[in-house]
């Protein structure tokens, strides 16, 4: 079936510009995540979805950036007056997962967004 | 805090040698892990991961990974690297509780010598 998809692919913006970031998980999985991969930070949790749901946000920088979660599908990752520093590869994953258990349970990336702030 | 370290950022080695990629994991009560392979311009994909039973698990492409708690170690290995196995290795870890995100490692970038 169908992976983990996400657009744009490549997203080039100027600083000040708000950006929005799709991923389309695969079909059935409840659980949602996304992650934030920079030269200097490595791979970073930013959020994570159960259902529609967000019960981890402790990984968002700043109340620049949002995310949601619609129809236990689609989820929106929001960036507001983009800085450089936000230059970064967006990943979303998804995973069957229950909240809280099936921690063995794999979570399968998409191919990630490039976001360039200039 | 929870953490995961890749000692090695870029290892060189010639095709059909054998590899070893090294994690160690900070302490935690039942610690799930995972190795991810990126390939340039790639997302992640699953080589292995270990949770629970035998400590020496198997994964796919040839890749194994031996879980000592002893060492809050999870080192890769594979016998004969392949010129295709040129890529960036992320260790990773979670430990559960309100979320189950990853958390990981700076990942080390695989060379492979003709």
């Known amino acids: 079936g169908a992976g983990v998809s996400q657009s744009p692919s490549n997203k080039v913006t100027e600083k000040g510009k708000d950006v929005e970031l799709r991923c389309d998980p695969i079909?059935?999985?409840?659980?949602l995540y996304w992650y934030r991969q920079s030269l200097g930070q490595g791979l970073e949790f930013l959020i994570y979805?159960?259902?529609?749901?967000?019960?981890?946000k402790s990984g968002l920088p700043s109340d620049r950036f949002s995310a949601e979660r619609t129809g236990g599908s689609v989820s929106t990752l929001t960036i507001q007056r983009t800085q450089q520093e936000d230059s970064a590869v967006y990943l979303c994953?998804?995973?069957?997962?229950?909240?809280?258990?099936?921690?063995?349970?794999?979570?399968?990336f998409g191919p990630g967004t490039r976001l360039t702030v200039l | 805090a929870q953490s995961v370290t890749q000692p090695d950022i870029h290892i060189t080695v010639s095709e059909g040698a054998s590899l070893e990629l090294r994690c160690n994991y900070s302490?935690?009560?039942?610690?799930?892990l995972f190795w991810y392979v990126q390939s340039p311009g790639q997302g992640l994909q699953l080589l292995l991961k270990y949770f629970s039973g035998d400590t020496l698990v198997q994964g796919i492409k040839g890749f194994e990974a031996e879980f000592k708690r002893s060492q809050s170690s999870f080192n890769l290995r594979k016998p004969s690297v392949h010129w295709s196995d040129a890529a960036e290795y992320f260790c990773?870890?979670?430990?559960?509780?309100?979320?189950?995100?990853?958390?990981f490692g700076t990942g080390t970038l695989l060379a492979v010598q003709p």
């Open positions: 994953a998804s995973s069957p997962e229950l909240a809280g258990v099936s921690l063995s349970d794999t979570q399968y």
């Open positions: 302490y935690g009560a039942t610690p799930y």
């Open positions: 979805f159960q259902g529609n749901s967000a019960p981890d």
């Open positions: 079909s059935g999985h409840t659980a």
């Open positions: 990773a870890v979670r430990y559960g509780g309100a979320t189950n995100k990853l958390i």
